[in-house]
T-cell receptor, first 116, second 109 residues
């Protein structure tokens, strides 16, 4: 079974702190994603990585950065946490290569981050 | 990247078929259409995907319009466990998954 594991289910941080959200997948997937989910807004893509050290901005990258030094790990960084970054964060991974756009993505259980 | 458009919510009766519509009028010829669903307190899970032809799997069927500007997810017999938010998603050439707001499906006994 494919597993996407997010390091924490719940996290509380203070305004201005640097926050690291970690995501690990065990299926050698090239693609990894970070989304945030807020009531009424669905899932919004923050960043996407299509391979090690390769990344692309999603719809809402402001206030976030990412790191993908190893294939299995994709980290989301909040450089200086703010209260408007309180949200549910979801990580996903999928296999990808040209001609394989039909592969499914697997999601982690999510990290509920509260910034106070 | 243009998103898909879905109704905010739909209701169904248990054991009846459900047709969940999705509009993707600006889809490019190489984008796949994926459907995911999200049960309460869980991450989204894959349901089905397609490019041009209709598709069936053990969970659902996907009917894609001939012009590819819309699609319909069909649950053949809704159960209470099918109550979830259903997302219709374009997957572009680069591999990005672009979610819309989804349809919240409620199933009445």
């Amino acid at each position: 079974d494919v597993k996407v594991t997010q390091s924490s289910r719940y996290l509380v941080k203070r305004t201005g702190e640097k926050v690291f959200l970690e995501c690990v997948q065990d299926m050698d997937h090239e693609n990894m994603f970070w989304y945030r989910q807020d009531p009424g807004l669905g899932l919004r893509l923050i960043y996407f990585s299509y391979d090690v050290k390769m990344k692309e901005k999603g719809d809402i990258p402001e206030g976030y950065s990412v790191s993908r030094e190893k294939k299995e790990r994709f980290s989301l960084i909040l450089e200086s946490a703010s209260t408007n970054q309180t949200s549910m964060y979801l990580c996903a991974s999928s296999l990808w290569s040209l001609g394989s756009l039909n592969t499914e993505a697997f999601f982690g259980q999510g990290t509920r981050l509260t910034v106070v | 990247d243009a998103k898909t458009t879905q109704p905010n919510s739909m209701e169904s009766n248990e054991e009846e078929p459900v047709h969940l519509p999705c509009n993707h009028s600006t889809i490019s010829g190489t984008d796949y259409i994926h459907w995911y669903r999200q049960l309460p307190s869980q991450g989204p899970e894959y349901v089905i995907h397609g490019l041009t032809s209709n598709v069936n799997n053990r969970m659902a069927s996907l009917a894609i319009a001939e012009d590819r500007k819309s699609s319909t997810l069909i649950l053949h017999r809704a159960t209470l466990r099918d109550a979830a938010v259903y997302y219709c998603i374009r997957r572009n050439q680069g591999g990005k998954l672009i979610f819309g707001q989804g349809t919240e499906l409620s199933v009445k006994p």
